[in-house]
């Protein structure tokens, strides 16, 4: 069994050596499915942080259902994947409402019923990760984040965690599980810091890293966090008004 | 074979269109691809080039795909366009670069001091945007074409009541502080302000000004209907209101075809009272004598100079006699130069609009009787502007050939290949044409009407006369483009009105041997 030994880590991953599953291997991300069913991945670009995930200078060609052994002794935590509450400064607001317009698309438009109900998103959409499940957890993670407690609804999360695993793709189901459970992705952190901060380049940047993520999946994240945003501020559903939501 | 394909309802933005054609050409076995919204205008066009749309039932809103290849490649072909237009091949997988908003109220929360929206959409949505820009205290520079002039005049209305100014629709060249908007060449800042109705024109006085050494730091442009009686000037009068107030500012320039009588009445009052030097140029209008405070000129090139002497505290009028010597001395070169050539008339073919009615306008002063698509009086309108007669100017800028498909500055591939069909017509003498370099034109748009030039199939061809119209700093580089159109046999000249009397004169000593 080939073993790899990253440089660094996110806080979340807590066992030194640990023996995993290969899931799927990309240029830059190897995706394992641990012993606790977790997805956990090895990341060669530390902008990929994300929650149980380790950066590593490289990995070998891998096969999936290969097995390979993690070593992570006395490799530093690089990234906190934790939701740490903040007040969104409301600047932003035209620019985060404008990315509900992109469920306008051809792709997303799918998803536009269900937007005052996310959890009927669940598995909804193409792709291994449906942008639905993209949409759920960007939304989840606004709610988790803006400082707004009493916009959390416990049971409506409940319910999509209830749902997860039969609703969805694994890989994607783990996605929405980290969210609702608070754990966030370093783009999205730091999407998060440029919105409680006033500076214009900060976000474009931190939005553009999440746009062009993925086929979809950046654009139906950023929608979800839209609603999910608008939620916490207003408690109501964003409403179309003229072809554009306000 | 050609063949064509129509997919109803398919919306693609001109620029999208063009490059798509442009990767299908690429594909060995591809005599020609052309991708456009089936407009009666580009229907027409593609019929014109032996694409068989005759019995096609196709909207404007639908996309029409035409390609010339044998019958075994055309499904490949065809898929392949469906694909490059979902996915363009040209578009790099953009992760880390910076979002660019989408809406309004999105780009106003990254920039909040932002006073000017730049509006480019389809005309039928433009107008809504526009107002919603003036509710947001912005002012309005309207690229877009194709809005109702009673939807100009509400938004200019609304503008006024706001004390804000509306640049357009159908204005594709302002320049504040500097900076070009649109279609701009990269010249220096300077004390003229200039507002103007027409396009090219803005930018054919910017050049030669930047030749003459002297800079401008507003051009602001009206949009070609302001002049007109119907909207009464209000941007016009908005726009020289603007630049009285500007203390960097030592003469303005006002630029445009002849107004409405009573609209020009009220720019030429407000330009006499500016406290300014001001200088007046009604494209079209016979030449008057000067006014306390204000210069009245009839071209470009002497709107220029005139501006350049009064910024430099020299006599106007010594700088025009040299102009007029000058032009004399290009009508006598141009009579020569034409005695040797075969063929009897002048063809324009333009990409500038203002650029194309100045030339039109000198060549009817020496030849008579001008046709063209926009002509200078109706009666001379061509019937077909794929099929010019006689003495003929053609402005492929016109809504005929840019709706749905891109305009000629940006892609000069459309007047390119009417360029060879023109070149080769026996009876064709010159063939004049205008070269807009600047931000929004093509990357390099003397390429392709060289390669045009070098395509024909003609014994003593026609004479080939050009203006480029641009910079040194532009990003297409004037002593660039100049090359290339002198290395392939191509009579240049200074000004769009130096190469229109040479190219006229040469017709002109034609027919009098």
New interface residues.
Partial sequence: MISLYPSGKSSDWKKDRKVFTVHSAYSSVLNLAGEDGRRYSLITDGHDFQPRSALIEAFPDLKASESVSVILEDVGISYDPTIVREKVNPLWRGLWLEWLDFLEEDMLCCLLPFVADPGQMLGLGPGSTPAGDDFIAGFATALGWSESEASWNSGEFTAILERVDSCTTWFSGEMVKDAVDGMIWLRGQQLCKALAGGSSSEALTAVGQIYGSGHLSGRAWLAGFSAGLERSLSHSVPKRNGGQFS | MKRVEVFRGEYYDSVTLMLVAKELKKIEGVADATLNMATQANLHIMAYASFPVDSIAASPDDLIIGIDCSDDLWPSVLEKAKTYLVSPPWKS????????????????????EANLALISLPGRYAAAQASRALERGLNVMLYSDNVSLEEEIRLKTLAKEKGLLVMGPDCGTAVISGKGLGFSNVCPIGPVGIVSASGTGLQEVMVQLNRLGVGVKHGLGTGGRDVKSSVGGISSLAAIDALKDDSEISVIVAIGKPPSPEVRQKITDSLKSSGKHAVACFMGESARSDEPGLRYTTGLEECAVVTASLVRGEDPQLARERLWNDYREVETRGRREGAGISGRFLRGLFSGGTLCYEAAQVAGELLGEVYGNAPLREELKLPDSLDPIENSFIDYGEDEFTQGRLHPMIDPSFRASQLKIQAEDPSVAVVLLDIVLGYGSAANPSEEIVKAINSIDRKNGPLFVAYVCGTEGDPQVYGRQIDLLRKAGVYLFESNRRAAIFAAAAVAGKEKR
């Fill in positions: 997988r953009e992760v880390s670069t910076e979002y660019n908003p989408k809406s309004l109220e999105g780009a106003l929360s990254v920039l909040p």
